[in-house]
């Protein structure tokens, strides 16, 4: 199974959609827009980066599935929230990884 990181660099959206996410990413607060992208308000803020960026990508997927199909219950909306929760919590993974030395 691939790690969540190496999915999220994965990932491939159209560039509008990317676009607006990376926009909303400046504004990305964990504490209180994890539990709404995730729609689990109760134990987000538990999860560790890498937990919640696994759970964000099964999410994100399925929206893609469902644009990609054109399902009548599609949300870009909601789709751009979890993209910026997903690039968030990706950011976050990133910075708390180990550095190793240049060789």
């Known amino acids: 199974m691939q790690d969540p990181l190496s999915r999220f660099e994965a990932l491939r959206r159209p560039g509008l959609l990317l676009k607006a996410a990376e926009a909303g990413l ?3 607060m964990r504490s209180s827009h994890l539990a709404r992208a995730l729609g689990q308000y109760h134990h987000a ?3 560790t980066s890498c937990e919640a ?3 964000l990508l099964e999410i994100e997927h399925s929206l893609n599935e ?3 199909q054109n399902e009548a219950g599609y949300s870009y ?4 929230e ?3 929760a997903t690039l968030g919590e990706a950011q976050l993974l990133r910075a708390a990884a180990p550095q ?3 060789e």
Not at 77 to 80: N, V
């Open 26 to 28: 400046r504004h990305y």
């Open 45 to 47: 803020q538990a999860l």
């Open 53 to 55: 960026l696994q759970d």
């Open 66 to 68: 469902k644009r990609r």
């Open 77 to 80: 909306l909601r789709h751009i």
């Open 82 to 84: 979890v993209l910026i």
């Open 100 to 102: 190793t030395p240049a």
